[in-house]
């Protein structure tokens, strides 16, 4: 079935630091989404991407729709010190019936720490 | 404002005994959808609703239970036959159902504790 595989699944961030992480699957998919948990509280959405190659901005966040249309990936410049949760990409989830029926499927995060 | 809300914040349910989670968002989406998480586990599809009256088995249902009486609302019920309900427990609703590009916005979250 589908599965997003999400990378890395924990890292540690310095102030300033730029951060990169990517989520993969074996399936194609025409969506993607990144979101952001924040401890304690439910996702928000960060980035939406729709067409394959498009890159995306949203302050210091860059989204990327990979060509195979089988990952995509999340840059963080000059990373602050709220900028530390969990980023989960998702992606429309296929039913038996066609189409997604607004189910995602979400990847199983990357925990962003700061460095002790 | 428009937004999903959850309540309560924290739930504590003993031995043997149903407790309900409440979702409600004034958004006027049709799809609901009840997920649960699990530390290093993402998020787990429990159910899900995209009309009045109707509603699917997600993933995880076992030990769960749903209604949705009207659009604005969808109350999920942890049964005492889920025999591992510690969690925290995510609502969130779309606008559209089917369509490409669905984004899902998240409720704050319901934390279950067992006694």
């Known amino acids: 079935g589908q599965q997003l595989n999400q990378s890395p699944q924990s890292m540690f961030i310095q102030e300033g630091e730029d951060v990169s992480m990517n989520c993969t699957s074996s399936?194609?998919?025409?969506?993607w989404l990144w979101y952001k948990q924040d401890p304690g509280e439910g996702p928000v959405l960060l980035i939406a991407?729709?067409?394959?190659?498009e890159l995306t901005s949203n302050g210091r966040l860059t989204a990327q729709f990979g060509i195979t249309r089988k990952d995509s990936f999340l840059n963080i410049s000059a990373s602050i010190p709220s900028d530390v949760g969990i980023y989960f990409c998702?992606?429309?989830?296929?039913?038996?019936?066609?189409?997604?029926?607004?189910?995602?499927?979400f990847g199983k995060g990357t925990k962003l720490s700061v460095k002790p | 404002d428009g937004g999903i809300t959850q309540s309560p914040k924290y739930l504590f349910r003993k031995e043997g005994q149903n407790v309900t989670l409440s979702c409600e968002q004034n958004?006027?989406?049709?799809?609901m959808y009840w997920y649960r998480q699990d530390p290093g586990q993402g998020l787990r599809l429990i159910y899900y609703?995209?009309?009045?009256?109707?509603?699917q088995k997600g993933d995880i249902a076992e030990g769960y239970s749903v209604s949705r009486e009207k659009k604005e609302s969808f109350p999920l019920t942890v049964t005492s036959a889920q025999k591992n309900p510690t969690a925290f427990y995510l609502c969130?609703?779309?606008?559209?159902?089917?369509?490409?590009?669905?984004?899902?916005?998240f409720g704050p979250g319901t934390r279950l504790l067992v006694l």
């Open positions: 998702a992606g429309p989830r296929r039913t038996n019936y066609g189409g997604s029926q607004g189910n995602l499927i």
């Open positions: 609703s995209q009309i009045v009256n109707d509603f």
């Open positions: 958004l006027n989406h049709d799809a």
């Open positions: 399936s194609i998919f025409n969506t």
């Open positions: 969130a609703s779309t606008s559209t159902s089917g369509g490409p590009g669905e984004t899902q916005y």
């Open positions: 991407l729709y067409k394959a190659g």
